[in-house]
């Protein structure tokens, strides 16, 4: 039912103690059940391998024996939430660093692709977005094109731009950063037209009666302006960047960085090896953005009043 | 080099044609008369970039490899018309629609289901959100080992990533009708669904079709990626992936011409399609 008024709880509870009931339990609960469904899915996926390779198929054994086969099996259909947990922890404390095996040392090498594409394609969005915003011809001709190639799949283009530099001698970090950055650089452009362009009227034209350069009205008025749209778009930026430097390392038979370990995985049938991978580009691609905003709270820090 | 790029004429020539193409495109970017001004200007500036791709790339004898001329480019689609059409079919008609439908319609119906349970709103929003994060398309090989190498593989990667941005913005697009118009439902004492059908779901419009787009372009992206992973030997990303190995690329650059069509068109659909059933919306209004 839609209430007329908001009830406001009589006894609000002090702070922390609310944060938890409302937000932190819910979180809880829904993780909670994911891990259950997930448990589910591995003794409901694995049941029909475990009757035929570890358990007798003729009968003989109880469902007892059916749960402990399904939940350890070797190349499991469905991985059970432990065994990824084991091969998680086991591949960063039981190689070092720099060891193939070693998953840190795949981010490492993914990470890196991926920040060094960041940085280049928000240093273009931003000076091209600068541009466009100061030239119509640019605004008109430039600005449809790459507000279309948002409806685009421009990840498509990723082996060819590994042909390219492939062929021009590049390899390595290179072309993966390279199509890191071409993703990351149309979100940007587009939010950072939207953000210079935000001022009001009445303000660009008191930088006006201020006789202020154009440099000045972008440095003191525009820039500071755009800031609130810009950092959406690095956190849209920064997951597809990579996003492309995961695919990057598909078709090059690399042998290092999380693309390449999923691909190993599904090669050689190592389910709970991809599994592990899985979760650890999940963990760097929340940490990433994790970065993204901690930087953006930093950056806006003097703005909470407004 | 070959005769043209020699000859003395070849270099001013260009020299002329690029100071044309800079003072037409400069014209008609300041023309402000109607709506579609800005559309040519973009237009205009798209021939001149295809016209000095092909002259620059034939003249210069830049290898094939690196980057074909667009009439190469032309032809070899004509060529391969069959086989592209056959991908095509393979992976936007098969893949791609149907991943994009399930996903975006499981993401809707989850969203109206959980619609008068806040605590799993609260519990689901923060987890559907931080899934953008996360390269989801990874799954791809171990979808590949569940439904096989066919099309229903590549399907449901595009459910699993076309599922939580619908589900955010049906959400969020639910809590979009004003205060003023749900209290004139409660004075008419309409019922939850008759208020659901009647108010919200129509407020809910603009954002559903905003993910809707968004999820178009996600499951092109995640239909041609997943058949990076592995694939029969039909589909875009087969074709791109392969075709990129063989290094014939005037092929590879058609399958791609092929996706981004795709891409506008289905986006311009969507747009359509939106003003028809928003028609009434401020957002659609304005533009």
Excluded at chain 1, 41 to 52: C, H, Q, R, T, V
Excluded at chain 2, 11 to 31: E, F, H, K, N, Y
Excluded at chain 2, 223 to 230: K, L, N, P
């Amino acid at each position: 039912m839609v209430t007329m008024t908001k009830a406001v709880a009589p006894h609000l509870a002090s702070g922390w103690l609310l944060i938890l009931r409302r937000d932190v339990v819910p979180v809880a609960v829904v993780l909670l059940a994911v891990l259950a469904l997930w448990y589910g899915m591995a003794y409901w996926l694995n049941s029909p391998g475990a009757i035929e390779r570890v358990l007798d198929p003729q009968g003989g054994w109880t469902w007892r024996d059916l749960l402990r086969a399904t939940m350890g099996m070797e190349r499991p259909v469905m991985p059970a939430p432990h065994q990824v947990a084991l091969d998680f922890y086991g591949s960063l404390t039981q190689w070092p660093i720099n060891s193939p095996r070693n998953l840190l040392f795949h981010v490492a090498v993914t990470g890196k692709a991926t920040l060094l594409g960041f940085v280049m394609g928000t240093a273009l969005g931003l000076v091209l977005s600068v541009l466009i915003v100061h030239s119509r011809t640019l605004d008109r001709a430039l600005l449809p094109w790459i507000v279309a190639s948002q409806s685009v799949p421009v990840l498509a283009i990723a082996p060819i731009v590994l042909v390219i530099l492939g062929s021009l001698g590049f390899s390595g970090v290179a072309p993966k950063a390279t199509i890191a950055m071409y993703l990351c650089f149309f979100p940007v452009t587009v939010a950072m037209v939207q953000g210079l362009r935000s001022p009001q009227k009445m303000e660009a034209e008191m930088m006006h009666t201020y006789a202020a350069s154009r440099w000045q009205t972008l440095w003191m008025l525009r820039l500071p302006a755009a800031l609130p749209f810009l950092f959406p778009a690095l956190r849209v930026g920064i997951a597809a960047g990579l996003v492309g430097a995961m695919v990057a390392e598909l078709p090059t038979g690399a042998v290092a960085g999380l693309g390449a370990r999923l691909l190993t995985g599904s090669y050689y049938g190592q389910t709970v090896q991809i599994w592990s991978a899985l979760v650890m580009s999940a963990l760097l691609g929340l940490t990433l953005i994790a970065g993204v905003s901690l930087v953006e709270r930093a950056a806006l820090r003097h703005r909470r009043g407004l | 080099m070959n005769s043209l790029a020699a000859s003395a004429l070849f270099w001013p020539g260009m020299a002329l044609l690029a100071v044309l193409a800079v003072v037409s495109v400069r014209r008609v970017a300041a023309i402000d008369a109607s709506r579609w001004a800005g559309t040519a200007t973009a237009a205009l500036f798209g021939v001149w970039v295809v016209v000095f791709w092909e002259v620059l790339v034939r003249t210069l004898e830049v290898p094939r490899v690196l980057l074909p001329a667009p009439s190469l480019i032309l032809s070899a689609m004509l060529e391969h018309a069959v086989t592209l059409w056959g991908d095509f079919v393979q992976t936007v008609g098969k893949a791609v629609f149907v991943g994009w439908l399930l996903g975006s319609g499981l993401g809707f119906a989850v969203a109206v289901a959980i619609d008068r349970m806040p605590f799993l709103q609260r519990g689901l929003l923060p987890v559907a959100s931080l899934t953008s994060a996360i390269p989801l398309v990874g799954v791809a090989p171990i979808m590949v080992m569940w439904f096989g190498f066919e099309w229903p593989s590549k399907a449901a990667v595009v459910v699993l990533m076309t599922f939580f941005p619908m589900l955010v913005s049906t959400l969020a697009g639910l809590q979009a009708a004003g205060k003023l118009e749900r209290e004139l439902m409660h004075s008419y004492a309409a019922s939850y669904p008759r208020t659901l059908l009647a108010l919200r779901l129509p407020a809910a419009l603009p954002f559903i079709f905003g993910a809707l787009k968004v999820n178009a372009t996600l499951a092109l992206i995640g239909g041609i990626v997943a058949e990076f992973f592995g694939s029969p030997t039909v589909g875009l990303g087969f074709r791109i992936s392969t075709e990129a190995a063989r290094m014939n690329m005037p092929l590879v650059w058609g399958a791609i011409v092929v996706a981004a069509v795709t891409g506008s068109l289905a986006y311009a659909l969507l747009v359509a399609f939106e003003r028809r059933a928003a028609f009434w919306h401020p957002s659609v209004r304005q533009g």
